[in-house]
């Protein structure tokens, strides 16, 4: 046809060397570099002169000194009981607290649990006397008023998904899409252990694909997307709730370890006293162990604190590796 029309045989030699991508339906993604370094250069000298960080902080110090929540994937992963959802109810307590839009899908406990605990937590309650299993007295009613303004934050800042028990890992990002949409800087999703899976792949394979879809929009959104597992049962009687996680613990650790921009493992060090790793992350050191205040009454992490590390007697930190041209 090309012929026929007349057209320059450079035209017809560009047709057929793009026909083998056309036909097996493949878009080309090739581009050029040219560029980039300037880009580069130019937004971090723009974040220097703002002094505004570029990765989403805590506002636990330790904790933003070491992990770098950047518009990605990150995972929170712990056994039962540890503290997976009093460290949630802690970060959204203190993102909202401070005016960060946050979106939560609460397929776990729904949210009015965890803003309780957040309440609770604010007016120094027991979580029972918030969910009306005791009356208070005079000095905890003065408490509780002086906490209207954090209820204020939680409801103006907040914006949740508790409408989908089982729901999809479509349904997820579907959620996470819309809460981006009405201001949402960051997402948490408790927990990916109640994301339905119906395929008939075995369900590593449904994980991978899960965590996949829920990167894929972390990156499309440019906002940081937390996910919060289980870690695997161990074949051994040591108590696993007190035992130090490692990344291969996570249950279907390699999808983890392929998707996640960063890991964390949550543990109990000593006399129910949570304690929080940094298992895996792309852009920092990896190691650093925090010990997590937790408000038990209230069910919910107040801060986290960076354990000192020790060194055998008469040898120092070694130095990190400096690269030589």
């Known amino acids: ?27 080309p993604r090739v581009r050029s570099a040219v560029g980039d ?16 960080p570029t990765s989403l902080r ?31 109810a802690g970060l959204v307590h203190g993102w909202t607290h401070r005016g960060v839009k946050t979106g939560v899908l609460t ?15 604010e007016a120094e309650l027991e979580l029972k006397a918030i969910q009306g299993d005791r009356r208070i007295n005079e000095a905890e009613m003065v408490r509780w008023a002086d906490a209207a303004p954090v209820r204020a934050d939680a409801e103006k800042f907040l ?12 349904d997820a990002c579907a959620s996470l899409r819309v809460m981006r949409a009405k201001g949402c800087v960051v997402g948490i999703l408790d927990n990916v252990s ?4 119906d395929s008939e792949r075995e369900r ?30 161990g074949q051994t009687t040591a108590d696993e709730v007190t035992t130090e996680p490692k990344l291969s613990d996570f249950a279907g650790a390699a999808s983890w370890e392929r998707f996640a921009r960063s890991c964390c493992g949550m543990w109990r060090i000593e006399d129910g006293v949570p304690g929080l ?40 930190q070694p130095e990190g590796r400096r690269y030589q041209r």
Do not use: Y
Not at 12 to 27: M, T
């Open 277 to 316: 790793v940094v298992l895996k992350q792309n852009a920092g050191a990896v190691g650093d162990r925090f010990r997590v205040r937790l408000r038990a009454s209230a069910a919910t992490v107040t801060g986290v604190e960076l354990m000192q590390k020790t060194q055998p007697e008469g040898r120092t």
């Open 204 to 233: 590593h394979l449904e994980l991978e694909s899960a965590l996949l879809a829920l990167r894929d929009t972390a990156l499309e959104l440019r906002m940081p997307v937390i996910v919060v597992g289980h870690l695997k049962r």
């Open 159 to 170: 914006w949740v998904d508790d409408a989908h028990p089982r729901g999809t890992v479509a």
């Open 107 to 121: 397929w776990e406990d729904d949210a009015i649990d965890m803003q309780q605990r957040i309440l609770a937590c």
């Open 37 to 52: 370094t300037m880009r580069i250069i130019d937004a971090a000298e723009t974040a220097w002169r703002a002094d505004k």
């Open 194 to 197: 109640c994301v339905r899976m």
């Open 1 to 27: 046809m090309r012929l026929k029309e007349n057209a320059p045989l450079t035209t017809i030699e560009a047709d057929l060397r793009a026909l083998p991508a056309l036909v097996a339906g493949v878009k």
């Open 58 to 88: 805590t506002g636990w110090e330790d904790l933003d000194a070491v992990l770098r929540l950047t518009p990605s994937l990150h995972a929170i992963g712990a056994h039962p009981g540890v503290g997976k959802s009093a460290l949630v």
